[in-house]
């Protein structure tokens, strides 16, 4: 169905626990008057890889945005490793020191190395030694494959060797849960399975991954849930296979009719 | 090509052809300036009277420059110089007026005997600027520094130093060298502590008085530190600053004066009323743009905040000062401020212009900044979010250099104008190069009538130092060019 994944991916070691990473229950949120998240209910556990896909302006990016708080939520609970989000500073810097981002458009920093972007949060937020730092940099650099672009800029790399360093630079804070929006949207298509195969490999140790994306070939192989929205809501979410070959409401099938093409 | 090929096959080529320059009229100068001086018929007669216009001012007044009199004691032995020179009628320059009067234009009415300190203090803040300028570039920074050292020893032998003064300069250069070369990281240090020593070199007095403001810092910094733990960073600075303040306003001069009376160290005391020329420009011009930057960031991230409160008197603060007249705040500075003030507080004409200056130039800063910050794509915000970094440090190390490095044309605008206007604290009765000094020249029976020589020679000086700010501003943003778009 996708090109892009062109390995069987073995997902049966990756042990799904029990206990709770993330807890969403009774959230909704509003711009203004715009109800734009009603009512979403969902519990990850710790493990478990989740893609969310749904037609644009549904919500998605919202959901994910509201789980590191870069988005507030005005009613419901959101409860991460727990700790729940409230306006309580420390709180949001607990949580966001254990979730990981990963953007459409990558935002790296520009004005910094690859290396520098990677040591930064470790060394000011963490209070990591800076040699220690730039070790653990190399290392996640090594594990997406470009150690030697280390001392390049942001601006002479190609997207997906952006898109990497941005996965790299979440790694380095040592989160614990990572959020994809969209990782693959900007990117050229021949950029793209670069990227998804540094994904693959992140859930292949095991990572708590909450992914919003299209592409469909990286849901089927990896996920082990599929959640689909609509208008701000979460219309049906079934373990891939389910998903995919039977899905139950008519807006999950025309929304993968359209997607897939059929 | 391949076509070509394909119907003249088989083809080997037995002789390769060597490079061969283009044509005459396609290269060099010829190809110049028929591109950029006579590329149409309209271009054509621009660049003609052009070269007209060029030549009608040349006419004019090169023979002015040409007959230029350096010695002479007066306008008239000026004037009877060049008529013996070029004969009847013949007009010249009369730099003799800057020969005799330059250290007027330069210090004012500082004391003659004295010149070595000011000229020490413009030399150290260059070793200031140096980390600043040149913090990453070990080479160019030694290469200023030597060249300040130099610079320094030949302008003190030039006002004419005693030979004790210049060997204490020699040797302080020789230890700020080996400093910069063996521990450059230390530099900083002289930048630090360079506005106290500044001030003591220029204004002179017990040597107690600046210790005790520098204590000062250190009792913030001390109580700080004492206090980052138990209540975080904001809570802490404002303890230790509160703790500084009432070590400035209640404690220091008490101790100052003890420690006065048991060691009485310090140079003589210099009034603010001496001051003049560029001493005067530059210690207003180099505070105020010292002090206007980090307002003027402040003001900036105070109108982009959230808390109403601070928003609204941002936006009032920096409004109000866009709209009144400079001339106006120098006024304010010289009548208004005193009535404000508790009474007895004597506080110097010269430091309250430099209040009002700073704050003038930090409202224009402010919105120069605040166009930079306006241009961060909001990726940037949510990225240092998302990676756990509070506020201040997210501005330290994400906003603002991005936002400062697409301010820097705006910033060094502002700053060449704020020196530009350090000459309008003639108004307030203040010496300045350009009006205050000049005007003192002219009214010398020797030198009255003499008008174009002192504003060239004044003009030179402030265009030499506004181009160098402006061609180190573009160094500097060649320097940062790291986005490779
Ligand atoms: N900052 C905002 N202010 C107002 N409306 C917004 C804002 N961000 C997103 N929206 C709206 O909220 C809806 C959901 O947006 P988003 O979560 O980005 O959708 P998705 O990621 O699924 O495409 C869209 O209709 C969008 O226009
Ligand atoms: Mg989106």
């Known amino acids: 169905m996708n090109e892009t994944i062109d390995r069987p991916i073995d997902t049966s ?25 009603r009512d979403i209910n969902m519990t990850v556990q710790r493990g478990e890889r989740i893609v969310i896909c749904g037609p644009s302006g549904s919500g998605k990016s919202t959901l994910i945005r509201c789980i590191n708080r870069l988005e507030e939520h005005q009613a419901g609970q959101i409860v991460v490793d727990g700790t729940e989000l409230t306006s309580d500073l420390k709180n949001i810097d607990k949580v966001r020191s254990e979730v990981g981002m990963v953007f ?7 004005h910094l190395t690859i290396l520098e972007n990677c040591t930064l949060a470790p060394i000011w937020v963490r209070k990591t030694p800076k040699k220690e730092a730039e070790e653990v940099a190399m290392h996640f650099l090594r594990k997406v494959k470009i150690p030697e672009q280390a001392n390049k800029y942001p601006g002479q790399l190609s997207g997906g060797q952006q898109q990497r360093v941005a996965i790299a630079r979440s790694l380095c804070m040592k989160p614990r849960i990572m959020l994809f929006d969209e990782p693959t949207s900007a990117l050229d298509p021949e950029m793209i399975k670069e990227v998804l195969d540094t994904m693959i490999a992140l859930a292949e140790e095991g990572m708590t991954m909450l992914c919003v994306t299209h592409e469909m070939g990286f849901a089927q192989a990896v996920a082990n849930r599929v959640i689909f929205m609509d208008q701000g809501q979460i219309v049906e979410q079934n373990e891939p296979r389910e998903f995919f070959n039977n899905p139950k409401s008519d807006r999950t099938k025309l929304f993968l009719s359209q997607i897939l093409g059929h | 090509m391949s076509e070509l090929h394909a119907q003249t096959v088989p083809f080997v080529r037995d002789s390769m052809l060597p490079q061969e320059l283009p044509p005459a009229s396609q290269r060099g100068a010829v190809k110049w300036v028929r591109e950029n001086l006579f590329s149409g018929p309209m271009n054509t007669i621009l660049t003609v009277l052009s070269l007209l216009v060029v030549f009608l001012i040349l006419q004019s007044s090169l023979p002015w420059w040409l007959n230029s009199v350096w010695n002479a004691n007066s306008l008239a032995e000026c004037r009877a110089a060049v008529q013996a020179m070029a004969g009847e009628g013949a007009t010249g320059a009369c730099w003799a007026v800057i020969r005799e009067r330059w250290h007027q234009f330069m210090f004012g009415f500082y004391p003659r005997g004295l010149y070595w300190r000011p000229v020490l203090a413009f030399a150290l803040l260059f070793v200031a600027l140096a980390p600043v300028l040149f913090g990453d570039n070990a ?11 130099v610079a320094l020893v030949l302008a003190l032998i030039g006002v004419g130093t005693d030979l004790a003064h210049v060997s204490f300069a020699i040797v302080a250069m020789a230890a700020i060298l080996a400093v910069s070369h063996l521990a450059p990281a230390r530099l900083i240090w002289a930048t630090l502590l360079f506005p106290a020593v500044g001030f003591f070199l220029l204004w002179g007095g017990s040597v107690w008085g600046p210790i005790g403001v520098l204590m000062g810092f250190g009792v913030l910094v001390a109580v700080y530190r004492l206090l980052l733990p138990m209540l975080g960073v904001v809570m802490g600075t404002a303890l230790g600053f509160l703790a500084a303040c009432v070590w400035w306003l209640m404690i220091q001069t008490h101790v100052t004066t003890v420690l006065h009376n048991l060691m009485p160290w310090g140079l003589e005391a210099i009034d ?16 105020a743009i010292a002090a206007s930057l980090p307002l003027g960031i402040l003001l900036a991230l105070g109108r982009r905040s959230d808390m109403f409160l601070i928003k609204t008197l941002s936006v009032g603060f920096i409004e109000f000062i866009r709209g009144v007249p400079l001339i106006t705040m120098l006024f304010t500075a010289s009548l208004l401020l005193q009535y404000f003030l508790p009474p007895q507080t004597n506080f110097d004409l010269i430091l309250r212009v430099i209040i009002l200056v700073t704050l003038f ?3 224009y800063i402010a919105e120069v900044v605040r166009g ?44 060449i104008g704020l020196f530009k206007d350090t000459t309008l604290v003639a108004f307030v009765g203040l010496l300045d190069p350009l009006k205050g000094v000049t005007a003192i ?3 010398d029976i020797n030198w009255k009538g003499i008008y174009w020589e002192p504003y060239i020679f004044v003009g030179t000086i402030f265009f030499l130092i506004c181009f160098g700010m402006s061609r180190y501003s573009m160094y500097l943003e060649k320097k940062l060019k790291t986005d490779h778009r």
């Not at chain 2, 990676?387 to 190390?397: I, S, T």
């Not at chain 2, 250099?401 to 705006?410: D, E, F, M, N």
């Open chain 2, 372 to 415: 930079g910050l306006a241009a961060l794509p909001r990726g940037q915000y949510e990225a240092a979010d998302a990676l756990g970094l509070d506020y201040w440090k997210a501005q330290r190390h994400i906003i603002m250099p991005q936002a400062l490095k697409i301010s820097i044309p705006g910033i060094v605008s502002s700053f």
């Open chain 2, 272 to 287: 603010s009323d001496q001051f003049g020329g560029f001493l005067l420009a530059f210690t207003i011009g180099v505070t």
């Open chain 2, 441 to 443: 020249v002219r009214a």
């Open chain 1, 13 to 37: 070691h990756m042990q799904v626990s029990d206990e709770v990473a993330i807890q969403i229950s009774q959230m909704n949120k509003w711009y203004g008057t715009f109800h734009v998240l």
């Open chain 2, 361 to 363: 130039a930090s409202a």
């Open chain 2, 139 to 149: 080479r160019k920074r030694m290469i200023l520094l030597a060249c300040v050292a």
């Open chain 1, 104 to 110: 459409q458009h990558f935002n790296l920093f520009p």
